[in-house]
């Protein structure tokens, strides 16, 4: 079991930046990947961005290429997505989530094992 916990969330104008960072800890040897999923009240939670601590390049949603960056910080076991140039329609709640399985589609919350509480990103237009 990994014990994931989100902290760097807030209200931002659009077109700033804000980072996210997820601190694990736990069982983390065998993740296979750490990611970002986000959710609106009403809607599905979406996968935004994956790591793969066993190597291979991060998954980023077509949403927010080139303007959201994950990576992990092995020495802390604290993943980070940094979002650039943010938008109105980037506003929701933002997990942190860990997955075990191998090879699973890191789009889907069904495949995730463990999930932070939680933190809110508001963009204003």
């Known amino acids: 079991q990994v014990h994931l916990v989100e902290s760097g969330g807030g209200s931002v104008q659009a077109g700033g930046s804000l980072r996210l960072s997820c601190a694990a800890s736990g069982d983390t040897s065998s993740t296979y990947f750490l990611g970002w999923f986000r959710q609106a009240p009403g809607k599905e939670r979406e996968g935004v961005a994956a790591f793969y601590p066993g190597g291979g390049s991060p998954y980023l949603a077509d949403s927010v290429k080139g303007r959201f960056t994950i990576s992990l910080d092995r020495a802390k076991n604290a993943l980070s997505l940094q979002m650039n140039s943010l938008k109105p329609d980037d506003t929701d709640m933002y997990y942190c989530?860990?997955?075990?399985?191998?090879?699973?589609?890191?789009?889907?919350?069904?495949?995730?094992?463990?999930w932070g509480q939680g933190t809110q990103v508001t963009v204003s237009s």
């Open positions: 989530a860990a997955a075990m399985t191998p090879s699973v589609d890191p789009r889907d919350p069904n495949n995730v094992d463990s």
